[in-house]
């Protein structure tokens, strides 16, 4: 086909959005050359960092490159050492010796402390931002442990049919993504481990099977306060809902739907902020599927590094 620039920043957007980090890498390597959309170092940097979250060595070497020489961001060589550091985890030689050679610019403390922060980083957590002390979880709220715990659940509940099956899912967990104010919820038959939440934060994503076997489940992706940080039931428009079911696979949907026409919004309230309070009712159907979400949670502190784009 014609090469259009425009049109394949357009795609890397769409699947940036749902998660995929090599998209999310390719938008900041477009943004950061001005490749089909406007030169915006800053917002390069942003999608890098995304990628970064979810251990895409090559945008964690990128950001390593970027606090070395100041690009987008204010330099800073411990900085650069310690995504450099990350970056080096597979053994790749290139980051290996970017690591090295960036360290001859650091005292050993410095060193010392960084190799502790970079040690101390796991995959889903944001991408380090400032060095407070050794070990210390960089980017993450003053305090935070290496891990992340999972949000605060009070209640919810999925329930409905899939194609004639029944289903009721009473464990979730949510996931924020903050400059959006959109939010994205698991609820699942089964109990969600503490290793499966830390990454749907992370990702906004999960998977129909586990262990190679299918399982009850659905994922809703939405914009609580239509961009804003205030939830509104007016303001839910649309929502991509993916259900799953254990005894019929074929049976789940992947589908955006609408407002009122698939979905009514019976109760929405809270603040779609880091820790924020969400409470929602919403019940639908759309052809053979039929569903009640209710939901009381806490949304995470943290960012994930994909989720919906809101129109503000």
């Known amino acids: 086909m014609k090469q259009d620039d425009v ?14 980090a090599t998209a999310q890498y390719n938008l900041g390597l477009w943004y950061a050359k ?3 959309v406007k030169l915006d170092i800053a917002k390069a940097i942003e999608w890098m960092r995304k990628a970064g979250a979810q251990g895409m060595a090559v945008a964690q070497w990128k950001l390593g490159v970027a606090y070395e020489n100041g690009e987008g961001v204010k330099k800073d060589p411990l900085l650069a050492y310690v995504n450099y550091a990350i970056a080096a985890r597979g053994g790749n030689k290139e980051y290996i010796e970017y690591r090295d050679d960036i360290a001859k610019q650091l005292t050993p403390a410095q060193a010392k402390s960084g190799m502790a922060a970079a040690e101390a980083w796991t995959v889903g957590q944001p991408m380090p931002t400032s060095i407070a002390a050794a070990g210390s979880v960089a980017g993450a709220p003053a305090g935070a442990t290496a891990v992340a715990s999972a949000p605060v659940k009070t209640r ?38 503490p290793a499966e939440a830390e990454n749907f934060q ?14 009850t489940m659905a994922t809703i992706m939405f914009c609580p ?23 019929s696979p074929l049976v789940g949907i992947q589908r955006v739907v ?19 309070t969400l409470s ?20 995470p502190a943290k960012d994930a590094a994909a989720g919906l784009s809101c129109s503000k």
């Open 280 to 299: 929602g009712k919403i019940t639908g159907g759309l052809d053979k599927t039929s569903f009640n979400f209710d939901f009381e949670l806490t949304l």
């Open 225 to 247: 306060g239509g961009g804003q940080a205030t939830a509104s039931g007016a303001a839910v428009k649309s929502i991509d809902i993916n259900t799953n079911h254990a005894k």
């Open 7 to 20: 049109q394949a920043v357009a795609w890397l957007q769409k699947g940036a959005a749902q998660g995929n």
């Open 156 to 193: 919810c509940s999925a329930t409905g049919s899939m194609g004639g099956e029944k289903f009721t899912a009473t464990n979730c967990v949510a996931s924020l993504y903050i400059d959006q104010h959109s939010v994205a919820i698991w609820f699942n038959e089964d109990p969600i481990t």
């Open 34 to 36: 001005g490749q089909g």
């Open 202 to 215: 992370m990702s906004s994503y999960t998977s129909g099977d586990k262990g190679g076997k299918p399982r």
């Open 258 to 276: 609408e407002a009122p026409r698939d979905f009514k919004v019976e109760r929405m309230t809270g603040d779609v902020k880091p820790g924020g």
